[in-house]
């Protein structure tokens, strides 16, 4: 199946190559110096071809060596930067909308819901797009700046929420209390019930046959429960 993603990121780093050593315009010139000298190529233009044609050739292969990098993971994660993905993965999906692409209508309603911008998709294609490169520039000024200490002072909050539970009423804290001394009980019984099992209930005697040394058969009575294991 092909990546369109990576299409785009090869094809992308060709023509920053391209535009950095002026690929075009430096062709175009010797097109030009070609064609007024009737089409027979100088020892001077051969070395100039020769020029173009290698760097073309490095470019290629340095963006073959790059478009599959992909830069995930180096960001620590905060709400704040969650935040910052999410707004574009809604101005995204509103822009393939536009395009006639097929979209998930329930995940847009979702992002819209979780950003709190419910009138996103009321937005132009120009206002979708200006939006887009605006959270794009944020995003990359809070990972250079914010996104260390936002995720420290994540990690501090929820040390402390774990350490101190902070009940919304009283009456969920009496909820609370009520249903982990009704689980204690519980597992109590459960654990007295194991450790009384076998000394009482079930059978308290049974009756096994016993051959006697005479050939008779007698019937004897065992109200242990190892004597009824043994025999």
Not at 42 to 66: F, P, S, V, W
Not at 86 to 113: A, N
Request: with cysteine; glycine share 6%; net charge positive.
């Amino acid at each position: 199946m092909l990546d369109t993603g990576a299409v785009w990121r090869y094809l992308r780093l060709v023509h920053q190559g391209y535009d950095a050593y002026s690929i075009p315009l430096r062709l175009e010139q010797l097109h030009r110096q070609l064609t007024l000298n009737s089409g027979i190529m100088t020892e001077k233009m051969g070395r100039q071809y020769n020029c173009l044609h290698k760097q073309t050739y490095d470019i290629c292969r340095k963006a073959e060596a790059r478009w599959q990098r992909v830069t995930n993971g180096a960001v620590p994660w905060s709400p704040q930067i969650q935040n910052f993905w999410d707004r574009q993965s809604l101005w995204k999906l509103l822009l393939k909308g536009r395009k006639q692409c097929r979209v998930s209508s329930r995940k847009i309603r979702r992002l819209m819901k979780k950003t709190k911008l419910p009138d996103a998709w009321k937005k132009t294609t120009v206002e979708l797009e200006k939006a887009l490169r605006n959270d794009r520039h944020e995003k990359l000024h809070a990972k250079k700046i914010h996104a260390v200490t936002w995720c420290k002072e994540f990690l501090t909050i929820q040390v402390k929420k774990s350490k101190k539970k902070q009940w919304t009423s009283l009456k969920a804290r009496d909820r609370f209390l009520r249903l982990r001394q009704m689980k204690q009980h519980e597992e109590a019984r459960c654990r007295r019930h194991a450790q009384s099992k076998g000394s009482t209930g079930g059978l308290q005697a049974i009756q096994v046959e016993e051959h006697l040394h005479t050939g008779q058969v007698d019937l004897r009575t065992l109200t242990d429960r190892r004597q009824g294991e043994q025999g």
